[in-house]
């Protein structure tokens, strides 16, 4: 069955740096394109960036254009978000995902990881 495991989040001070990792399991994940959402308390889940198959292309909500970067390792079925200058409103969970499927694809999510922004 598809697995999608998150670690790397944590507490850091605004302007810190963290990177998320995602190891993907269950599904062919060189196939597959990946995103990383987040979810804020009171908000809805918003995507944060994507990434294809083969990672040539790569796209970010405008809130973190040119402070995060998403990337991957199909050797190692994992992908990663790099985060760098966080802000407090980057405060989130952070979810991994894949839409995967044979027929209709079927949305599928980590159990997800706690960043904190705070001084």
């Known amino acids: 069955q598809v697995q999608l495991v998150e670690s790397g989040g944590g507490s850091v001070q605004p302007g810190g740096s963290l990177r998320l990792s995602c190891a993907a399991s269950?599904?062919?994940?060189?196939?597959?394109?990946m995103r990383w959402y987040r979810q804020a308390p009171g908000k809805e889940r918003e995507l944060v960036a994507f990434i294809s198959s083969a990672g040539a292309s790569t796209s970010y909500a405008g809130a973190v254009q040119g402070r995060f970067t998403i990337s991957r390792d199909n050797a190692k079925n994992t992908v990663y978000l790099q985060m760098n200058s966080l802000k407090p409103e980057d405060t989130a969970v952070y979810y991994c995902?894949?839409?995967?499927?044979?027929?209709?694809?079927?949305?599928?999510w980590g159990q997800g990881t706690q960043v904190t922004v705070s001084s």
């Open positions: 269950g599904f062919t994940f060189s196939r597959s394109s």
């Open positions: 995902n894949v839409d995967y499927g044979d027929i209709v694809p079927v949305r599928y």
